[in-house]
């Protein structure tokens, strides 16, 4: 695109950091202090004015500029020590790496795909309204985060979001009123007027405490602190400190090969520069868990290697395990206490709205659950009144929550019930119906008996958070697409550069070669194998729910099963239906084979099942290792920081891990 000049240029200068002059000498962006030597100033940026010849400063509250910001050439910059330096905006350096880098004839080479089919896409993106499709694929890849903010740099390059047909697509989850219900011990009816509409007012204040701030930054770090506040924790560090993960992410030659420490050393390295505090970094190394309470997780079909980690290093460290379940999973099977939940059509409940769907659907109880299985909310309630019980005969008054603050057995369960408000399940729905609907999610005024009624209700919006994570206000009448306040408005983006990034100018991520988004093979985790395992969800199930369920295993070949390319298969004496082993340095499971065409000559696409479906219950989640990348720890900078569903490392990395295949009897 850019070889073509098919690039978007005004709105590469207003929307991204591409305009940012960037030092030559170290890598890092032009700061104010690097010129002034004052500390107040370190966050400032520059363009170059190519009207008035002289640096500008970018401004941080807006994207609208009064001049032309270059984004071609190389300038003198005097320093506060009077020293000189060359600066160059980002986009210009964005192509020397390209040309010596990328070129449609390299990337062929690393892909295989053709390169006029190259040069034909990049048309297309570039002189159209493109929309693209971000799924869970990517994040699942060690340098999914690579693939997709190349994908963004394409669409910005083309000036591809903001407006109608355009942007990228991943998942959108309207605000359907579990977080008013489960944060809050009063009713919505307590709470909504003075509440509602806080981030606004929020904004408002801090607008006026500090002239370069706007909502959505005010939001951003408000986040970073709750979730600190709240005691949401990256999950690496409990499987790493406590569940045996560090056997298997320090292994230095199952390491990116740009990485000179590995995760452990990363980790230390973070919390010595107080990346995380003392509240984000739980539990602490020297405190283990001693009770592991299992809610909608099955971590032993879930959690890469968890078959081994957790059976191995975990479970005998603890004094308890339980988990409510609606069957007998594979974690369940080695818990102490399973609390039976009833299931999705055994009690009333209503669907979540997710992605291209508008729709949220109630679900009324259709049968009684049987035995003793009861819904969640109803088993969450009779453990607060037995754990508020139990503290009153023992004499214990107080307790410390994950947020560090104190809280009386006593009110436990009138807190958890708001005052009885919330005694069973349907009570809980009623008032997330309620809360949905004060927000905006649903019309204004919409209850429970409408609900009922109608059976579905349309989502009317997203929710203030949703509003202010998406940039875009929601209409019904019109397609939704994210980013176009800050098109329409000239807002800044909630980043460090206060702009759409692509240059991340953080020390870790220029040691390894990451500024920008760059190709890198995934590295050998697991041991260096010529296959690589690619995955999905099964036929019959978004999740592994119903993965053993007899009518839908009638729909294939009733047992776990992987697919193999037919060539490769006749090359190893393997036919459709064989059993084969699967192996790495990790451990090995057994398949059944069916042959495709459509897979990749390197491929074995395997989807989910449970563990107890494997002989010996050995899947293939114990071949997988789930390899968090190290340098997803940084903190210190704005959009890196860790907050609650984002900024951390993902123990879930499992795309492209290297097995070998062989003949079961082989």
Known sequence: MIEENWIKQDFIREQTDLAILVRRDNGRYLRAIDITGKKRDKDKLYFYDTLERKL???????????????????????LYDDSEIEVSPAFSLLREKLNKESTPEIASKICGVHVDMIRQLAEKVATKRTCTYIGFTSAKHYHGDLMERSLLLAMALSGNWGKPGTGFNCFL???????GVGARDKPIDHWAKPLLGLPNKFGFMF????????????????????????GTVAPVFFLYNHAGYDKLWDKPEWN??????????????????????????????????????????????????????YVEELFPKLDLIFTLEPRMSATAAFCDIVLPAAWYYEKDDMTVT????????????????????????????????????RAEQRGMTSFLDRGGRKRLYKDLHQRFTMKGHLATQK????????????IGTFPKNFDYDQFQTLGQVRAHGIGPEGNIATASNFDTSKPFYSLAKHLDEKIAYPTYARRAQFYIDHEWFLEVGEAFPIHKDTPPVGGDYPFKIVSGHVRG???????????????HRGQPILFINPDIAAEKGIKDADMVKIYNDLDEAQFMACTSSSVSPDQLVIYMFEAWQFKDWKSHDNLLVGMPKSIQLAGDYSQLNYRSMQGSPSPANDRGLRVNIVRANS
């Open 173 to 179: 989850v309207p605000d359907i009123g579990v977080g």
């Open 56 to 78: 500008a400063k970018a401004p941080r509250k807006k994207l609208s500029f009064k001049g032309q910001q270059a984004l071609e050439g190389t300038f003198t910059v005097q």
């Open 207 to 230: 607008k006026k405490m500090k002239k370069d701030m706007t909502t959505e930054v005010m939001m951003s770090e408000f986040m970073v602190k709750a979730t600190a506040k709240h």
């Open 541 to 555: 199930s978004i999740h592994s729910m119903h993965a053993g369920t007899p009518d839908f295993l009638r729909l």
């Open 427 to 438: 009570d809980a729905l009623k008032e997330m119906v309620k809360v949905a609907s004060a």
């Open 256 to 309: 990116d090969p740009t990485l000179d420490r590995t995760f452990g050393e990363y980790l230390k390295e973070a919390i010595e520069k107080e990346y995380y505090n003392e509240q984000q970094y739980k539990p602490a190394p020297d405190k283990p868990p001693k009770v592991l309470m299992l809610i909608a997780n099955n971590p032993l079909r879930r959690n890469r290697s968890a078959r081994t980690t």
């Open 354 to 389: 997710f992605h291209l769907n508008p729709y949220t659907a109630l679900i009324e109880k259709a049968v009684e659950p049987p035995g003793e299985a009861k819904p969640e909310w109803e088993i969450f309630n009779l453990l607060m009144a037995k754990v508020t019980e």
